[in-house]
Structures are given as structure tokens and as C-alpha cells.
């Protein structure tokens, strides 16, 4: 898979922002493109966005280094949580939204 020159690999962006949220694409371009990137503007996100389908439906991906930020993201603009390992390629392995398995946990948090 190529990349875009000075663009980190996906490896490192999956490390550094782990909490992504994907909205559907009608919510974040066009003339609803100004809020969500608004909100993101002021947090802790990546500069760049992803972009996924699933079947004839088509999303964004925003990439957030904490997840307090990705919450609130996901429940303003009602996102919904995406997770790196249901990628292949620019589609989903499982349904949107399917939110089965828990939360990732930092093994070195032992709050």
C-alpha cells in the first residue's frame, strides 16, 4: 500500500491515536463539513482522516490520541467506534458499529 510523502506508516498512526471513531460520510462533508472538524481542530486528533465502506455505505475515520476526546466526538456527531484490526483495506471485516468486544486496555495501567 502506498502513502503519501512525509505521511507517518499506519503502523505508527494505529499506535499514537488508537481511539478511532468513524462517522457516515454525508455527516462530515460538504455542508456538514465544518463542525465535526471544527471540534477536532481543538483536540487531540490526527491531521489527516481515514475512509472505509461498508457495502454502498461510506465513512470517515478520525484517529483521536485520548479517548476522552474520541467519546465525546462519538457522541456529539454519534459516531460510531471503529477498531484498527477491522480494517482490510479501505473496507470492514465486521458490521458498523459492532461494539462486542470491551474496551483496549493499557497493560501498563493498573488503575
Known amino acids: 500500500m502506498s502513502r503519501s510523502r512525509g505521511e507517518p506508516p499506519q503502523g505508527l498512526i494505529d499506535r499514537n491515536w488508537p481511539h478511532e471513531v468513524a462517522l457516515q460520510m454525508e455527516r462530515c462533508t460538504g455542508k456538514s463539513y465544518g463542525p465535526p472538524h ?3 481542530r481543538e483536540r487531540s486528533v490526527y ?8 457495502g454502498d ?3 470517515m475515520v478520525f484517529f ?5 476526546d474520541a467519546a465525546l466526538f462519538r457522541k456529539t456527531f454519534d459516531g460510531i467506534p471503529f477498531y ?3 480494517r482490510v483495506g479501505k473496507r470492514w471485516k465486521r458490521p458498523p ?3 462486542r468486544r470491551p474496551a ?4 501498563y495501567d493498573w488503575s
Do not use: I, M, N, W
Not at 64 to 68: M, P
Open 38 to 40: 471544527a471540534f477536532c
Open 97 to 99: 458499529g459492532d461494539v
Open 64 to 68: 483521536f490520541s485520548e479517548a476522552d
Open 84 to 86: 484498527t484490526e477491522d
Open 104 to 107: 483496549k486496555r493499557d497493560p
Open 57 to 59: 455505505q461510506q465513512y
Open 47 to 54: 491531521r489527516l482522516t481515514g475512509k472505509v465502506s461498508d
